[in-house]
């Protein structure tokens, strides 16, 4: 049977949504960092989506995680579904210091093999609920240890808008070329 | 803080009639990760799985590690020193048709390998969903995306959707 080929080009791009908008990104530079952050998050959009490529930077345990508005009060929950390539099991824990979106004791120093995630942070804004963060993540490393995928929800216990996230790894700094970019979604 | 639209459609086709792939060449960097929404269609009965290659590498620098359900238990399993990432779980025929979004992170950077992170599901008979996590050891940019089966071609009526997301 034949293969069918087709070449893209920019220029066969034939709309642009309006509704998903690209408000900041944060790559880590040489020497790693203590954590990225992002700072006065306009209240413009109705949910939050930060997409992120993430390297650890020690031989070490740690989980990548999420603290809101600088809250580093045992004010977050975590519920997850999780699968490390020969068991799915689920996991939830109540007065968290940070939401988890990647791991706990594993290791995510070195090699080439990065840690991705897709978070959604539903209803940022919103002033008469607690915020919900659903999370998407994973890391293979072709069979070896620490390489495992996840479901993830966390509940952030305030009501309060959100006007900074900061990302970092228990333990240790992010790897250069950790990425992290935060996108807004408008509603109707 | 900058602010621009972004996410967008860079492609779809939608088969005819039977064919042994689906590639996606000359893709742009322009974007900072890709997303790709599909529904398998499979040409004939039997086992089969479609799965997804970068730059036309066939060699087994691909791997997988799988959490899913099929109604009754959940599992977790992983693929090593695979030949692409597996999108459908666990295998699909005639009438069995996986959907799936897979959002490829990164993917013109020439910095760190690519890493895909993959939802499929699909309702009916032997209905089951699956997230994974898949890797290909491989530095480079990606410019082309393939999608072929595993033991029969693609079917008429297989779909694919490249859409590309920009950041600031």
């Not at chain 1, 070449?7 to 530079?29: D, H, K, L, Q, R």
């Not at chain 1, 970092?168 to 992290?180: A, C, D, K, M, R």
């Not at chain 2, 730059?55 to 109604?71: A, I, K, V």
């Not at chain 2, 009916?124 to 699956?130: F, H, I, K, L």
């Amino acid at each position: 049977m034949t293969p069918i080929s087709l070449g893209i080009f920019a220029s066969a791009n034939t709309t642009v949504g309006t509704s998903y908008e690209s408000i900041a990104t944060v790559t880590v530079g040489s020497g790693g960092s203590a954590n990225a952050e992002f700072t006065s998050i306009p209240a413009t959009y109705t949910h939050l989506q930060i997409r992120g490529l993430v390297k650890g930077s020690a031989a070490a345990s740690g989980g990548l995680l999420c603290q809101a508005n600088s809250d580093t009060g045992s004010n977050y929950t975590r519920h997850e579904l999780g699968g490390n390539g020969s068991t799915a099991y689920a996991y939830g824990a109540a007065s968290q210091s940070a939401v988890n979106l990647y791991g706990n004791y594993d290791n995510l120093a070195n090699n080439d093999f990065p840690v991705a995630f897709v978070m959604d942070v539903l209803d940022y804004k919103d002033t008469n609920k607690y915020k919900t963060f659903r999370i998407l993540s994973g890391m293979d490393k072709n069979g070896a240890n620490y390489g495992e995928v996840f479901l993830k929800s966390s509940v952030w216990m305030s009501s309060s808008a959100i006007t900074s996230l900061k990302f970092y790894i228990g333990g240790q700094n992010l790897g250069q070329y950790s990425h992290f970019a935060l996108y807004g979604i408008k509603g109707a | 803080m900058a602010a621009g639209a972004t996410y967008e459609p860079i492609a779809t086709t939608t088969l005819g009639s039977n064919a042994a792939s689906i590639t996606f060449s000359s893709i742009s960097s322009t974007y900072t990760d890709i997303v790709v929404v599909g529904r398998m269609v499979a040409a004939s009965g039997g086992s089969n799985n479609v799965r997804m290659r970068f730059n036309g590498d066939s060699g087994t620098n691909y791997s997988l590690t799988w959490l899913y359900g099929d109604g009754s238990s959940a599992g977790s399993m992983r693929n090593t020193n695979f030949d692409g990432i597996t999108m459908s779980y666990p295998n699909s025929s005639n009438g069995i048709n996986p959907e799936f979004i897979v959002h490829v992170q990164n993917y013109s950077n020439s910095t760190t390998y690519k890493t895909a992170l993959v939802r499929n599901s699909w309702a009916g008979t032997n209905g089951a969903a699956s997230t994974q996590v898949g890797v290909w050891r491989n530095t480079n940019a990606i410019n082309q995306i393939s999608f072929h089966t595993t033991n029969t071609d693609l079917g008429a009526g297989m779909t694919i959707t490249l859409y590309g997301i920009a950041a600031a």
